[in-house]
Nanobody
Framework: QVQVVESGGGLVQPGGSLRLSCAAS????????MGWYRQAPGKQRELVAA???????NYSDSVKGRFTISRDNAKNTVYLQMNSLKPEDTAVYYC???????????????WGQGTQVTVSS
């Protein structure tokens, strides 16, 4: 059994900051890529940032320079530090973990339930 759970969302004013966290737990053998996606009303879900087990990162152009993704491999946890938030950052943020369960022999993508981030005055 694998569970991926996000936390840290909320309401923040433009220019403010939030820190999201996502922990994967259960019968996990290994986690490769972990990432954050977001989906605003009426829009397609999009990649925000991703990070490999070795620490390589990739960001959407819309958040580059404002958001920072990091991870703690020992805790199977990924973080998203969001600074200089804009109203257009408002969305449900989803965590994704590309992980291998014990004895499975391959990686699958697992999704969290999502956490709401609202940027508004």
């Amino acid at each position: 059994q694998v569970q991926v759970v996000e936390s840290g969302g909320g309401l923040v004013q433009p220019g403010g900051s939030l820190r999201l966290s996502c922990a994967a737990s259960g019968s996990i053998f290994s986690i490769n890529v972990m990432g954050w996606y977001r989906q605003a009303p009426g829009k397609q879900r999009e990649l925000v940032a991703a990070i490999t087990s070795g620490g390589s990162t990739n960001y959407s152009d819309s958040v580059k320079g404002r958001f920072t993704i990091s991870r703690d491999n020992a805790k199977n946890t990924v973080y998203l530090q969001m600074n200089s938030l804009k109203p257009e950052d408002t969305a449900v943020y989803y965590c994704n973990a590309d992980l291998m369960r014990y004895y499975s022999g391959r990686y699958y993508s697992y999704w969290g339930q999502g956490t709401q981030v609202t940027v508004s005055s």
